[in-house]
């Protein structure tokens, strides 16, 4: 079978199987070994309700979480290129191929408007299966059309990171996504339109050191690993130990770099308020 | 001289001729038509090392000991230079250095990573690793640049911002994505160029602006060959197929539309001739200031927010939907 055609078939799986896990499903927990089944998890906000561990999770829960009801995806319509004909161990080809038939996600990012407490938002929210969350030519340029998109619209952005940094297979490209969505980001400040920056587990590499870092609000889920450089590199250097807690959420509210940590439970909430507070002008129709 | 492996060559010819050299002097004989033979043999064999580098034999001339840093071009081409040091908050970072001069009568502000020219220079020096507080410095210097209506010129030169526990306490990530955010919305003309090894956002952090240039024998990437080769290889062993996969080479930088134009150095890298190297680059740098000073403050950040936003390759799914191969 051609790349061709298993990308294809590849992208249909991923756009027509929207798996989810059934209720009876047991599931360990990644901290304390707890089971759980899916059913109470998912009401739990898939926190563990023994050690209040925030597992991974992706895009389409935290918008059915977040979002009132019903909400509409954006610029879905974007594919990942291998333009460098990359290939390591694996070619990148490959790679895509795998990860749209086996995470059922067409890119690491995905992008949506609805209301929160009836108030207009975007959240562009990646997803850590695919590839890492790596942030290649379509996350690059999903924020920046969700920031073009937010600006023509006066709506409020949030943005969801979870990734490993840069995919590498797009190199230089993947480089200059960091130029790109922070020109981006700066042009949507510009414009007065308030921008959220929410990490999660995990947000490091080139992410952390663009639109991670540069919300209006930056914030996270407890216990997120976030930082620059990855925690194995740093050992590397350094050939030491790292300090407990070292690169985690409290670490940084710590150091200064976050307005606050908050726990899952309360985010749906919390983001209604920030959106009361930092209140868009009715658009005049 | 230091010679690179695949430099060999070179290095037995000009052991030749420095052999004849010498029994020249010690016999006063006349060997000048040898002399001239072998440096011919010499340019020769030069242009044909140099015409067809791979990747990764870039890598290693971006990397050349005898290469020259940031520090001597500013102390080549700027007039009246004063370093400006520190970050305000925190110390002053020795990877990064900066200051305000003035090139060809043009005053600017000027500012590139440093690294050390001997063993004890590249510890003080960080090998040109910035910690935070050098990208803080460098945004002070531009936020200086911007406000007495300096153009900015930036000289990149790193194997990546630092690793390290300090590093990360006081916000590496948040160092460099504020340069990024702050360097989009300047109002005053950015130039910069590569002039070693461009690596990462430790590279990007000084580095986004109006138009961006890269010598002939440096790279530019998201990550460095080795370090690519160790995560996707899960070996150091494959840093030159890491260096060809990630086509980190100008050629291919100016490719993909990321820089303007490659600057041609000294035959054998610039390393075989600093001065005329700064010469090139003066000469460019005033050409680039001259225009951009032309432009309009509204007019660079609407353009730097063009160049940046254009940058990336993706697919359509309808597209794809349509051909079926
Ligand atoms: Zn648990």
Same mark, same amino acid.
């Given at each position: 079978? %051609? ?29 304390? $070994? ?26 389409? !829960? ?41 995470? %059922?996600?067409? !890119? $690491? ?38 920031? !073009? ?29 960091? $130029? ?5 980001? $700066? ?28 919300? !209006? ?69 | ?19 004849? *050299? ?24 030069? *242009? ?37 040091? #520190? ?5 002053? &970072?020795?990877?990064?250095? #900066? ?143 890491? +260096? ?6 100008? &050629? ?11 600057? *041609? ?16 680059? *003066?000469?460019?740098?005033? +050409? ?9 403050? &509204? ?24 051909? &079926?191969?």
């Amino acid at each position: 079978m %051609g790349w061709f055609k298993r990308l294809k078939d590849g992208i249909q799986t991923a756009t027509k199987n929207k798996k989810e896990a059934p209720d009876g499903l047991w599931n360990k927990c990644k901290s304390c $070994a707890e089971m759980t089944t899916m059913k109470e998890l998912r009401e739990n906000f898939f926190i563990c309700p023994k050690c209040d561990y925030h597992s991974r999770i992706g895009s389409n !829960d935290y918008f059915e979480m977040i979002f009132d009801g019903k909400y509409t995806e954006l610029f879905d319509n974007l594919l990942a290129k291998d333009m460098l004909k990359f290939s390591d161990l694996k070619s990148y080809e490959d790679r895509l191929s795998v990860a749209y038939k086996k995470f %059922g996600e067409i !890119d $690491a990012m995905k992008v949506a408007e609805g209301k929160v407490g009836r108030k207009p938002l975007v959240i562009a929210a990646m997803d850590f299966s695919f590839i890492g969350g790596s942030m290649g030519s379509v996350v690059g340029e999903k924020i920046a059309r969700a920031c !073009d998109y937010c600006i023509e619209n006066k709506i409020p952005l949030m943005i969801i990171s979870k990734s490993g940094g840069a995919r590498m297979m797009e190199a230089a490209y993947s480089l200059m996504q960091m $130029a790109k969505t922070s020109a981006k980001l $700066a042009a949507l400040a510009r414009a007065g339109v308030p921008y959220f920056s929410f990490m999660t587990d995990p947000t490091t590499g080139g992410v952390t050191a663009s639109y991670a870092m540069l919300g !209006d609000i930056n914030f996270s889920e407890p216990g997120a690993l976030i930082g620059f450089a990855g925690p194995r590199v740093i050992k590397e250097t350094i050939k030491r130990d790292l300090p407990e807690g070292f690169q985690r959420s409290e670490f940084l509210l710590d150091h200064g770099f976050l307005d606050f940590i908050v726990h899952r439970s309360n985010l749906k909430e919390r983001i209604d308020e920030m959106l009361t507070l930092f209140k868009m002008e009715e658009k005049v129709s | 001289m230091v010679f690179l492996d695949f430099e060999k060559p070179l290095e037995k010819l000009y052991e030749q001729l420095e052999k004849i *050299k010498q029994v020249e002097e010690e016999g006063a004989v006349d060997m000048s038509e040898t002399i001239k033979e072998l440096e011919k043999k010499i340019t020769k064999e030069k *242009k044909e090392i140099y015409a067809n580098l791979t990747g990764w034999q870039r890598v290693q001339l971006s990397r050349h000991p005898e290469r020259p840093y940031t520090l001597y071009y500013i102390e080549q081409i700027c007039k009246n230079f004063i370093e400006l040091h #520190g970050d305000r908050y925190y110390a002053d &970072d020795k990877a990064i250095v #900066g200051g305000i001069g003035q090139i060809a009568g043009q005053t600017c502000i000027i500012m590139g990573h440093q690294k050390g020219v001997n063993t004890k220079m590249r510890q003080y020096r960080n090998f040109g690793m910035a910690n935070p507080e050098g990208y803080r410095k460098a945004l002070r210097l531009m936020k200086l640049a911007e406000r007495f209506g300096y153009p900015v010129v930036c000289l990149i030169d790193t194997p990546g911002a630092y690793p390290g526990i300090e590093a990360e306490e006081r916000g590496q990530a948040e160092a460099i994505a504020k340069n990024l955010f702050e360097m989009a919305g300047l109002k005053v003309p950015i130039v910069c160029y590569v002039i070693g090894e461009g690596a990462s956002g430790g590279a990007l952090g000084i580095g986004l602006g109006d138009r961006v240039f890269m010598m002939e024998n440096t790279w530019y990437s998201v990550i460095s060959p080795e370090s690519c080769s160790s995560i996707l290889w899960r070996s150091w062993d494959h840093k030159e197929e890491a +260096a060809e996969a990630l086509k980190l080479t100008p &050629d291919h930088m100016l490719e993909f539309g990321m820089i303007e134009e490659i600057l *041609k150095e000294p035959l054998g890298g610039a390393n075989t001739d600093p001065e005329k190297m700064a010469r090139i680059l *003066k000469s460019h740098i005033k +050409a680039q200031l001259s225009e951009l000073m032309e432009i309009a403050s &509204d007019d660079l950040i609407s353009g730097r927010l063009e160049r940046y936003g254009k940058i990336g390759e993706y697919n359509f799914f309808e597209s794809l939907e349509k051909v &079926d191969p």
